[in-house]
């Protein structure tokens, strides 16, 4: 991604989907996690084929821009839900859905510390803001015990479990169509919505509201995928937390080239990084989230064919935990407005195929 496309896009498996790999397919359904990662390849040779074909650019560009800040925005919101749980300010309720968590836990409180430090530290315009904010909350963590540095018996040759052990003969009978579909269906639309907001949060949109090197972009991601798979995880996506380092200057490919050295790196030190605790770099997705929110005013709240669908994906990205969703319901809502309102020469023809498949798919998720 850094040396071919030169984006600041960092590429992982993706959260929402190795869920789906672990409790839905493996757990649920019973699929043997090789054949699993199977299907994670051949919905990486499918990208592929989407991609050389043009496929995943048209989507790209028929995407209304109107939703592009929606889209950046409601990534926002997403990643400072994901801080604001990960640090125990916010928690589960049965009654309210989620409500305030106890602010005198230790483990939140130091999370609150650290958000006000880079805050402050951003306030005073310090570039490395987040970076100081977690270390200097790791170190009082560490001092105070509520992070505790306990190192485990690590060996590299462990990767070896997982690697090469995909089955893909398994993976290709008929009934894993399905399962191949789904990581494919919901890598395509997060990869998309991620490109957006990051896209945007970094200023990588032309005047033509079109990102250059987009092909690149994508055939690098659809290659991760399948070369994930091979290495023995769920599906490698370009990730929302890129928008950290885009929101801390990153605006090149060396961005994601360090974060990738970053990450071999960390293989021979894992116990170490390991230290560093949810309360510290909590704070940080919280502040990238707050950050990631000034792209609303680019939205013109008083027409609503322009704010409802906007709205709704912004919404449905966080409270889905979804990006693929609130794509799903922006693409729905504004293609049936536009209908509504009998402009139907200006929503693109693809935007319709996309909305019936959408529907099509939340049909099929309610049987």
């Known amino acids: 991604m850094g040396a071919l496309a030169r984006y600041p896009i960092a590429m992982a498996p993706g959260m929402g989907l190795n869920a789906y790999f672990t409790y839905t397919v493996v757990k649920q359904m019973g699929v043997p996690w090789q054949a699993a990662l199977g299907a994670v390849f051949l919905s990486g040779v499918a990208f592929l084929v989407l991609t050389a074909a ?22 926002g919101l997403f990643i400072a ?24 836990e230790p483990a939140t409180a130091l999370a609150v510390f650290g958000l006000l430090l880079m805050a402050a530290l951003l306030a005073w315009r310090v570039r490395a803001a987040m970076l100081i904010g977690i270390l200097a909350t790791t170190g009082l963590g560490l001092v105070t015990g509520v992070a505790r540095f306990a190192p485990q018996a690590y060996r590299l040759s462990d990767l070896a479990a997982t690697a090469g052990k995909l089955d893909l003969r398994a993976a290709a009978r008929l009934g894993f169509l399905e399962i191949v579909f789904v990581f494919l269906f919901i890598d395509l639309f997060d990869n998309i919505g991620t490109l957006v907001a990051v896209g945007k949060r970094a200023g990588l949109f032309d005047h033509a509201n079109r990102i250059p090197r987009v092909n690149r972009i994508l055939f690098a991601d659809a290659t991760a995928t399948i070369v994930g798979s091979v290495a023995g995880t769920s599906t490698v996506v370009s990730y929302i937390e890129s928008a950290a380092g885009v929101a801390a200057g990153g605006r090149t490919g060396v961005t994601a080239i360090v974060t990738g050295g970053l990450f071999f790196l960390a293989l021979f030190v894992a116990p170490a990084v390991g230290a560093i605790p949810a309360a510290a770099t909590a704070p940080a997705l919280i502040v990238v989230g707050s950050l990631m929110m000034q792209v609303v005013v680019e939205i013109d709240w008083r027409d609503p064919e322009v704010s409802v669908p906007a709205f709704l994906t912004m919404m449905t990205i966080p409270l889905t935990y979804s990006i693929a969703n609130g794509l799903a319901f922006g693409f729905c809502a504004f293609t ?4 509504a309102r009998g402009k139907f020469a200006q929503v693109h023809w693809f935007v319709y195929v996309l909305t019936a498949l959408f529907i099509g798919r939340f049909l099929y998720l309610a049987g």
């Open 54 to 75: 043009g496929v995943r650019q048209l989507i790209i560009s028929t995407i209304p821009f109107e939703l592009y800040a929606a889209v950046a925005a409601g990534v």
């Open 81 to 104: 839900l994901i801080g604001f749980r990960n640090s125990g300010i916010i928690v589960p309720s049965a009654a309210t859905t989620v409500t305030l968590g106890n602010l005198r």
């Open 336 to 339: 049936l407005l536009k209908v």
